[in-house]
């Protein structure tokens, strides 16, 4: 790890921060994957370990044209080659499948022996003790997009994968009972996983028993709450995924927030049941979920502006809760008085020690920055920064994180320090995704009292809990700070 020294001083008495070399850039590790997997954008992905290397992505596959020509077997290389040409091909196929509901129906030609080593479940179906001799089969609940994709890799080692068609692959996977294609099928949905898709994700992991899925899922919904209520996604949920949200304790949210995502599922759901969406019909469809918002968590103002005029409650419910607000002897409630306990806060300080000159630590407009990784997903909810050394002072500060010069989330706020060495909080409007084995880089401005409190015996690596953290200068720190000193001296993150 490159150390991080002072390189120049002002042409006055006056002394500059820390200054930092350039940032050198990290390689991923290289890795091999048991097939060709494609995907229709950009994702990480990381291949089980233990397999076989495969054919470079650029070592296209023949298609079914190839079988038109004369002794086209000669000139197929591998088992592999000579089954992709039967792929989706009626040469020597012994079993058709009609897919699909109308008006979407596709039918497709295979071939028993392939499907069978691909698959117990085809193997059942041909060579089992109940076998049919039917070479015609209807299949009605598979989309045909989905069912081609799961004969190109039962064919050629091939997934190819989109957001359109993930679910529907899963589904005939598990359907078919072939695992790496159903584990492929859930990589991708993890490593397209946001608090914009999190709720949705989550409810077809519990369709398809996915138990990693779903607490992916959970560490996105809990530590964003905030952002997953909010998405489209959250009205598209079904009635147990909704009351299994609802009862999460971890939930890193107002119960106002809440409250109102369970309103616009509601609106939503009244169509889906034919039904117009009165107040009267989203009590209705709501049901006992409503009991699960905790309203006492509310503000009064909170609860006056909208469950309260919302039209949901009734009188007595209404009234009961007025005057748990307000009267010294509350009423008994349906819903439940406790607090969400929310997330642990996490923070992890990468500093032995702080200190503070009479010259040092300036600002002037100034950028602080400093690049790190984690080894699993983590949620940044903030940065910890140095105060003045002089006394109680108040700063404003412009916070950002990036990865590759993108910014992820910023805020531009204030904070007071009271004079001493201590940290002080200064947080982000949501916590941020932070993926295992990449750089991002954790940036702060600040404008203030011209002295503070600065670090020093900074750690190239930290231990925190269950997450290792490693920091690299950033180039874009222009204030001095970088691994062994400087500002930013703590990460605030959700786990």
Not at 437 to 455: C, P, Q, R, W
Not at 469 to 477: E, I, P, R, T, V
Request: proline share 5%; charged share 20%; with cysteine.
């Amino acid at each position: 790890m490159k150390s991080c020294i002072a390189a120049s001083r002002l042409k006055d008495d006056e002394e500059v921060n820390q200054e930092v070399p350039q940032n050198y850039v990290t390689q991923p590790p290289s890795s091999h994957s048991v097939c060709h997997v494609e995907y229709s954008a950009p994702i990480s992905w990381q291949p089980m370990s233990n397999t076989r290397r495969s054919p470079p992505p650029s070592q296209s596959l023949p298609s079914s044209k190839v079988s038109e020509e004369h002794n086209w077997q000669a000139m197929q290389v591998s088992v592999r080659e000579r089954n992709a040409v039967m792929f989706n091909n009626p040469l020597m196929a012994d079993v058709q499948f009609i897919v699909g509901i109308p008006p979407n129906v596709k039918t497709f030609p295979a071939h028993k022996y392939v499907l069978a080593t691909g698959s117990s479940v085809f193997f059942a179906m041909f060579y089992g003790g109940l076998a049919s001799e039917v070479n015609k089969i209807e299949i009605p609940d598979v989309e045909p997009v989905a069912f081609l994709n799961m004969l190109r890799y039962l064919y050629c080692d091939e997934i190819k994968l989109g957001a359109d068609t993930v679910l529907p692959t899963l589904y005939a996977a598990k359907k078919y009972i072939i695992p790496h294609l159903a584990k492929t099928c859930v990589r991708y949905l993890e490593t397209s996983l946001s608090a914009r898709n999190a709720c949705v994700l989550l409810s077809q992991g519990r369709l398809f028993e996915e138990v990693e899925l779903m607490q992916r899922c959970w560490e996105v919904i809990d530590a964003q709450a905030e952002e997953a209520f909010k998405s489209d996604g959250f009205t598209d949920i079904d009635y147990k995924t909704l009351e299994t949200i609802l009862r999460r304790e971890t939930l890193n949210s107002r119960e106002i927030t809440i409250f109102n995502a369970l309103l616009r599922w509601a609106e939503t759901e009244c169509p889906r049941q034919d039904l117009e969406p009165t107040p009267e019909n989203k009590r209705s469809v709501i049901s006992d979920c409503l009991f699960l918002i905790r309203m006492s968590s509310m503000t009064l103002e909170e609860f006056a502006d909208g469950p309260a005029q919302s039209g949901i409650l009734t009188l007595n419910e209404t009234t009961d809760l007025f005057l748990y607000f307000t009267a010294q002897n509350k009423p008994e409630l349906k819903f439940s008085n406790t607090t969400r306990k929310g997330l642990a806060q996490y923070r992890v300080h990468r500093f032995q020690s702080s200190a503070y000159r009479s010259n040092q630590w300036r600002y002037r407009g100034r950028c602080d920055s400093i690049q790190f990784s984690v080894d699993k997903r983590i949620f940044i909810a903030g940065l910890g920064l140095y105060g003045s050394s002089n006394g109680a002072s108040e700063y404003t500060v412009r916070i950002e994180l990036k990865k590759n010069g993108m910014i992820l989330g910023q805020n531009l706020t204030k904070f007071k320090s009271d004079g001493s060495s201590n940290t002080f909080p200064v947080m982000f409007d949501t916590p941020i995704q932070v993926e295992a084995d990449m750089f991002y880089t954790a940036s702060a401005v600040l404008d203030g009292s011209e002295l503070s409190y600065f670090g020093q015996e900074g750690m190239a690596e930290i231990q925190c809990g269950k997450v290792t953290f490693q920091f690299q200068c950033s180039s874009d720190s222009t204030n001095g700070t970088g691994v062994q000193g400087g500002q930013i001296p703590e990460l605030i993150y959700y786990c």
